[in-house]
């Protein structure tokens, strides 16, 4: 491959992502606010103290599923919220005048949270959370205070603080699109732990969710379902995969996006994580033998039964460079068969994309936190968004119509369902009092 192909593939990625804590919240909180206002959609993510039994959560009656995680939502917390905040800047078009990429300015932040309340907390979640880093003494030091349920006296006094209460009524206001990925349980969390006490009957929570977020709810787990088909749909293997075909596409100069990050100033440096997931040249003379004993439940579902024990790899790379390797493997035994048969062989062009699909690797693995997996989210939302986008003539239109995925909007995926929850106000529900009442003050 020549050096010049091989530069383009080279892709140094790192995402800033902001930590606030109730140290620096007063200090950041109107620029969380801008950075939500300013965007073209956001992309959230949650960390809990919990889940209780996840059989339980697969029930097959959909009121059932509800019953269950209101039960949880109502007992355990919200340890760490993510926000990511994308900003679509400007779409450039080649010669033809078709739209050939776009450029999308971020704002990520990871909240650090400890509810007033006790509750409950897995034993099994904290270990998962402690193994991939999470700080439970920051969290417990500096966590941002907050209350569950109904509103008490002095929530809605901005002198009191509840900032991560005001957040949520600034992110309803803003009448953004919200990003989520399997995004059911952080929904009832968001309601249960910020919002109101959850109604009893899933109808209504739907109702409301309906009027709370006008610009729609898109959940990329979906989305990568059904417009992706992938054969794995949890949060990282998408988010790497795209990334790896985001950056084949710059390098055939077909459609991709490209990210850019805010400018922070120098006080904010001790409170910023760069987290570095580069996409780089895969080093075959050193890599291509080197043994991959991958974990079989983890490459296709994201999760280890056996957790910390597992001696495999749960290194996303390896599932990644699994893969590519079995679909190399199959390409060479079909380019031999056509071969031994005199048919033509592929040409050149595609031949070098197969070497460059051979070599490509990401380079980071094992990062999880609320700030990143919201950044995930919405780099996966705006990469299928741009690439379903028909015409250069939308990107001016509403906000439905820029993402090209107008019949994505409003539908959660269910584990273990094959249709999803439709987040539409049936004529038969009605919204909940308290919802409505304050709508109407918000």
Request: proline share 3%; net charge positive.
């Amino acid at each position: 491959m020549h050096s010049s192909a091989m530069s383009q593939l080279v892709l140094p990625w790192k995402v800033a992502v902001v930590i606030v804590d109730k140290s620096n919240v007063k200090q950041l909180f109107p620029s969380i606010i801008h950075a939500i206002n300013s965007a073209s959609f956001v992309a959230i993510d949650l960390e809990l103290s919990g889940l209780g039994n996840r059989k339980d959560l697969g029930a097959a009656s959909l009121d059932d599923r509800y019953k269950v995680l209101s039960h949880v939502a109502a007992t355990r917390a919200i340890i760490a919220l993510g926000i990511s905040c994308f900003h679509r800047l400007q779409v450039y078009d080649n010669e033809d005048g078709d739209a050939e990429y776009t450029t999308v300015m971020t704002q990520t932040f990871n909240m650090m949270t400890l509810c007033d309340e006790a509750y409950t907390v897995d034993p099994e979640s904290l270990q998962f959370l402690v193994h991939h880093g999470f700080n439970f003494n920051r969290q417990y030091s500096s966590g941002i205070s907050f209350r569950r349920g109904n509103d008490k006296t002095g929530d809605e006094n901005p002198k009191i603080g509840n900032y991560l209460r005001r957040l949520l009524l600034e992110l309803i206001k803003s009448k953004k699109p919200i990003i989520v990925h399997n995004g059911l349980a952080d929904l009832v969390f968001l309601y249960q732990n910020l919002y109101l006490e959850l109604p009893l009957k899933l109808d209504t929570f739907v109702a409301d969710l309906s009027e709370m977020f006008e610009g729609g709810i898109y959940d990329t787990k979906y989305i990568a379902r059904v417009k992706g088909d992938e054969s794995s749909t949890y949060l990282q293997y998408v988010f790497r995969k795209l990334q790896r075909e985001n950056v084949q596409n710059r390098s055939n100069n077909d459609r991709h996006i490209i990210t850019k990050q805010c400018d922070y100033p120098k006080i904010l440096h001790e409170s910023i994580d760069l987290v570095d997931c580069s996409v780089f040249p895969f080093d075959s003379e050193t890599n291509l033998s080197r043994p991959v004993n991958v974990c079989q439940p983890f490459a296709t579902r994201g999760y280890c039964p056996s957790g910390i024990e597992c001696n495999k790899s749960h290194n996303i790379d390896d599932v990644l460079f699994m893969e590519e390797q079995a679909l190399t493997n199959k390409r060479s035994k079909k380019r031999k068969i056509e071969n031994d048969n005199g048919e033509a062989t592929e040409k050149a062009k595609s031949e070098t994309c197969n070497q460059v699909n051979r070599k490509l690797l990401l380079h980071r693995s094992g990062i999880h936190r609320a700030g990143f997996d919201a950044y995930m989210t919405g780099f996966i939302f705006a990469y299928y968004s741009f690439k379903h986008s028909n015409q250069d003539k939308e990107l001016t239109e509403s906000v439905s119509k820029i993402l090209g995925l107008r019949d994505c909007r409003n539908r959660i995926h269910l584990n273990r369902k094959t249709m999803p929850l439709q987040i539409v106000k049936s004529q038969f529900a009605k919204s909940s009092n308290l919802h409505k009442k304050k709508l109407k003050e918000i």
